[in-house]
């Protein structure tokens, strides 16, 4: 393998590891108080079309951005109000909101564009070449001459941390999510610091819709997060609920998804059905092998009651 083609396979790595890893740092927050993000692929493909609407009706990529950012919200404040204020199962509100986005979605695109196969064209993010360290051999293809959003995708990732670790809004985030009873006795409301961790995980999970529809394709598909948000939830717990974990584990299975994209194009004599089934075997398999020795907060999925 040449230097050129090293450089695009790791390049094209960090673009698909954007967008599981803003997923994965929703969900990471979300989960780390407590609640599960099942229903992070949902709000991923609600940020994906909101943020597609927003930028084909104002031709302005920021005014999609904000909208995909509010669009993952609103599916999380459902999610939020069911499983805080009702305390309904997190794991079937997840799953119900997953329907709900998927339904949802392509009610309205058929609905605002009519037709049975709607289509919306949008320019893409183009690339924002560093000065000087885009010059740099290997590395600077690689890591200076990207996207906006693979920029901000992976410098996310240490006020994430940093924020966990070392605030005290991210302890008590933390506390609530391994022993709310405990962080209701010092004053902290543990209800409400779930909200805002699940509405914060929907905001970030938008983020990562938008990746999609207006950094990666240019456009909007029914159900184009195909699983993302389920790639994300495993990288989270191969990352053992740690910021650089699930980076590692999204760059990971985005490495697995470049190398996919290469092989159909060596025309090698595999089906490409099997091809496209490797980066969620791959997750199983780290999922068997890592994953159960993961140790996961110590309250997520259980509903707090106040006495």
């Given amino acids: 393998m040449d230097l050129a083609t090293l450089a695009e396979l790791l390049s094209a790595t960090l673009r698909i590891s954007t967008p599981l890893l803003f997923a994965a740092m929703g969900g990471l927050i979300s989960e780390r108080a407590g609640t599960f993000a099942v229903g992070i692929e949902g709000m991923m493909l609600a940020g994906a079309f909101g943020g597609a609407l927003a930028a084909l009706l104002t031709g302005s990529s920021a005014a999609g951005l904000v909208a995909s950012l509010f669009a993952g919200m ?102 609530v999510g391994e022993n709310p009873e405990a962080a209701f006795a010092v004053g902290t409301d543990p209800q409400r610091v779930r909200t805002l961790a699940i509405l914060a995980g929907g905001a970030f999970a938008g983020l990562g819709g938008a990746v999609l529809s207006l950094q990666e394709v240019g456009t909007f598909t029914d159900g184009m997060t195909n699983g993302r948000g389920f790639i994300a939830l495993a990288a989270i717990i191969v990352g053992r609920w740690n910021p650089f974990g699930a980076m590692a584990g999204c760059l990971l299975f985005g490495a697995v998804a470049a190398l996919e994209s290469r092989i159909q194009g060596w025309g090698l004599p595999v089906s490409s059905y099997v091809v496209q089934m490797v980066p969620y075997l791959v997750a199983l398999g780290l999922l068997a092998g890592i994953g159960r020795s993961s140790k996961m907060p110590g309250a997520i999925g259980a509903p707090f009651l106040r006495h």
């Fill in 74 to 175: 609103a599916l999380a404040l459902v999610v939020a109000l069911a499983t805080t204020r009702f305390r309904a199962d997190q794991m079937v509100t997840g799953l119900a909101v997953n329907i709900l986005a998927l339904g949802l979605t392509s009610f309205l695109l058929r609905g605002l564009f009519g037709g049975r196969t709607p289509v919306i064209r949008l320019p893409t993010l183009p690339a924002w070449p560093v000065p000087l360290l885009g010059d740099i051999p290997l590395l600077g293809p690689v890591l200076f001459r990207q996207p906006p959003l693979v920029y901000l995708g992976f410098l996310l990732v240490v006020p994430v941390a940093l924020y966990l670790a070392k605030t005290k809004s991210g302890l008590m985030l933390r506390a």
